[in-house]
């Protein structure tokens, strides 16, 4: 297998891709990550196991987003089915898919571990559980720092990790040769990576601002909240959209 080097322009291709993918089956692929979302969150709410489980699954959930995104592309209307694909491939990339999911899991507690060493453990408890935490908390210090750490630390997985479920499944490549081929690919190609990541951060923040602008102007609250969670939404789907053209222009499967 050999990567392809690609311009830092190639970035925006990337985030156009995903759009087109997105609108070429708008209904489908909105449904598809609401789907995912829902079922992740309700994993994750199970007592005890359900935030390792919901993490375990996320490599497999992104590669089924992925399998849906390469069938828009095509003009076909993915079905809910796609997104247990890793699961339907056979018995050998299943077992390596569940081995990277594993790792990922395993990958992103020891991260959170690393970042609770700066502030007790109050960032990490936020980002896997949720819930509400106070003003005084946010504020201090050791927490934006277990931030800055959580956040460094995840850009490093994000690369590690970005690829590696369709080399699994696609190139049927072992857990530890998918994540360093992922790792190589980004790498490799981090000019147009970064690009890609500060167009989508770009994109995000200026519909989000825009909506949020306009919705504005009515005076109640609620509707803006209203507007900005089916925004949020839809961003995050067409930015998933993308995933799978990043992959086949990365890559040359010969």
């Known amino acids: 297998m050999k990567l392809h080097t690609l311009p830092a322009s190639t970035g925006w291709q990337w985030v156009r891709a995903g759009l087109r993918t997105f609108w070429r089956q708008p209904l489908?692929?909105?449904?598809?990550?609401?789907?995912?979302?829902?079922?992740?969150?309700?994993?994750?709410?199970?007592?005890?196991?359900?935030?390792?489980?919901?993490?375990?699954?996320?490599?497999?959930?992104?590669?089924?987003?992925?399998?849906?995104?390469?069938?828009?592309?095509?003009?076909?209307?993915?079905?809910?089915t796609v997104l247990i694909s890793a699961f339907r491939a056979g018995p050998e990339r299943m077992r390596n898919m569940a081995k990277l999911g594993f790792l990922y899991a395993g990958c992103l507690l020891v991260a959170m571990l690393l970042s609770s060493i700066i502030d007790g453990g109050t960032f990490a408890k936020l980002y896997l559980h949720g819930g509400d935490i106070s003003p005084e908390a946010v504020a201090r210090p050791e927490f934006m720092w277990a931030g800055l750490v959580?956040?460094?630390?995840?850009?490093?997985?994000?690369?590690?990790?970005?690829?590696?479920?369709?080399?699994?499944?696609?190139?049927?490549l072992s857990p530890i040769k998918s994540l360093v081929f992922s790792f190589m690919g980004c790498w490799h190609n981090w000019r147009a990576y970064l690009v890609y990541a500060l167009c989508w951060a770009g994109l995000s923040m200026g519909v989000t601002l825009t909506v949020a602008t306009l919705t504005s102007l009515t005076g109640n609250?609620?509707?803006?909240?209203?507007?900005?969670?089916?925004?949020?939404?839809?961003?995050?789907?067409?930015?998933?959209?993308?995933f799978y053209t990043t992959f086949v222009e990365t890559f040359d499967p010969s």
Do not use: R
């Open 150 to 172: 959580a956040l460094g630390l995840y850009f490093v997985l994000s690369a590690v990790f970005w690829h590696a479920p369709a080399l699994v499944y696609w190139h049927n």
């Open 28 to 80: 489908a692929m909105s449904g598809l990550f609401f789907l995912m979302m829902l079922l992740l969150s309700f994993i994750g709410a199970i007592p005890y196991v359900g935030t390792l489980l919901a993490l375990t699954l996320f490599p497999a959930a992104t590669l089924g987003f992925m399998v849906a995104s390469e069938q828009a592309q095509h003009s076909k209307f993915p079905l809910p």
């Open 221 to 242: 609250d609620q509707i803006v909240i209203t507007a900005l969670v089916p925004t949020t939404l839809l961003l995050a789907s067409m930015y998933f959209c993308s």
